[in-house]
């Protein structure tokens, strides 16, 4: 079914979307530990993966059943959520341990304060390939194909210098704010 797909057929996209999503749900629910939340996003990021490569042309010799490739796809999908949640987690135990082993609730408040102040002032594209590299959690590949960047090293290299001037706005407005004592990291 995918063979014959092109650019403009929509339709058929939606429908396979619908064909296959309460099965790749279910499928998910129970054989990996995510929750159906999880699983829809998981089923939407691969579904747009593999979009992106319909229009691309990367699926002419496809030699599996449209199901398959799918499921293929989101194995792939949940490796890399995953991934993302073990570094967010690396990322969570790491800023803890720089603040305070025991931050008050107004020194919460004023972090995320001053990181949406960041986030804010950091403009775009920065502000869009961090939100969904980190909150929606699109691959490399998708943000390069939803920025249209040359290739996916281009897409890497945007997001590591959109980090490096988020953590250098992020300790301007901490600074300047004074906040937890002035327990910044000064990498």
């Given at each position: 079914m995918l063979k014959q797909l092109t650019q403009s057929?929509?339709?058929k996209l939606a429908t396979i979307y619908?064909?296959?999503?309460s099965e790749f749900i279910a499928w998910m629910t129970s054989h990996y530990p995510v929750g159906e939340d999880v699983a829809r996003d998981i089923y939407?990021?691969?579904?747009?993966?593999?979009?992106?490569?319909l229009q691309k042309g990367e699926i002419d010799n496809l030699?599996?059943?449209?199901?398959?490739?799918?499921?293929g796809i989101a194995k792939n999908k949940y490796r890399e959520y995953v991934r993302r949640n073990v570094r967010a987690e690396k990322i969570h135990e790491s800023i803890e341990q720089k603040i305070d082993s025991s931050p008050s609730e107004q020194q919460n408040r004023d972090l995320q304060i001053i990181l949406e102040k960041a986030l804010d002032r950091l403009g775009e594209p920065c502000r869009s390939v961090l939100e969904l590299y980190y909150f929606h959690g699109l691959s490399m590949d998708e943000i390069q194909s939803y920025f249209r960047y040359k290739n996916n090293s281009t897409a890497k290299n945007m997001k590591y210098k959109c980090l490096v001037r988020?953590?250098?706005?992020f300790q301007e407005e901490y600074k300047r704010k004074g906040v937890l004592n002035n327990k910044v990291d000064r990498q």
């Open positions: 057929d929509q339709k619908r064909k296959y999503r939407q990021n691969t579904f747009i993966t593999m979009s992106a490569k030699q599996c059943s449209t199901k398959t490739y799918l499921f988020l953590r250098r706005i």
